[in-house]
């Protein structure tokens, strides 16, 4: 998958100091309500990846057993949600390297709600095309982050601010991300970058 590396923990930022006097009770609603809030758009993440339910599923459960586990490190990060975010992409580059499968972006339905968001913002360019698949390609060859923010954003549905804390930058670097994979899209498909709208 181009531009997917391992995004292990030891490129996270410092840590904060422990939560003080943080019991198992605390820890486990703190990390249960982190589940309830990813929970979902870590499955769609995986799947669009994986290409399979199942595998999606396999993928999202191995990376919340590992970050029950390590919560209390978690904790004592500077962004929670990145170095959460960094344990899913660690178990999605893992699986796809150990089942010798490149990513599945450019195979899976749910892709399609990508396309949908950008027909809207670019109608007139992107409703030219006489395939979708020139659109998927293009997006999946996308750098790392740009991919992810198109994806984050427009499949996923996280906010601009959600991204930023998942991928610990801020949100004038998410719209940057967007703004540049946007202008790739274009010139990848032929499109006159001066018609295209918004960020």
């Not at 749910?110 to 997006?139: D, H, K, N």
């Not at 610990?168 to 899209?185: I, P, Q, Y």
Request: net charge positive.
């Amino acid at each position: 998958m181009t531009g997917y590396g391992s995004s292990r923990a030891a490129g996270a930022p410092p840590s904060r100091p422990a939560p003080a006097g943080a019991s198992q009770h605390q820890l486990s609603i703190t990390f249960e309500a982190f589940h309830g809030t990813h929970a979902r758009k870590w499955v769609t993440y995986a799947y669009l990846h994986t290409g399979g339910e199942a595998a999606a599923r396999e993928v999202t459960r191995s990376a919340f057993r590992q970050l029950r586990l390590l919560w209390p490190h978690a904790l004592r990060q500077a962004s929670v949600e990145a170095f959460a975010w960094s344990v899913l992409k660690e178990h999605v580059v893992d699986w796809l390297y150990d089942h010798q499968q490149p990513t599945a972006l450019t195979e899976t339905a749910a892709f399609a709600v990508v396309t949908q968001a950008l027909l809207r913002e670019c109608q007139q360019q992107f409703a030219l095309l006489e395939s979708q698949l020139g659109l998927y390609a293009a997006i999946s060859r996308l750098p790392e982050r740009q991919c992810d923010v198109i994806v984050l954003r427009h499949v996923i549905g996280y906010s601009d601010g959600q991204i930023a804390a998942l991928l610990g930058v801020d949100e004038v670097t998410v719209r940057s991300h967007a703004s540049r994979g946007k202008r790739k899209l274009a010139a990848a498909l032929g499109i006159d970058q001066g018609t295209t709208r918004g960020n």
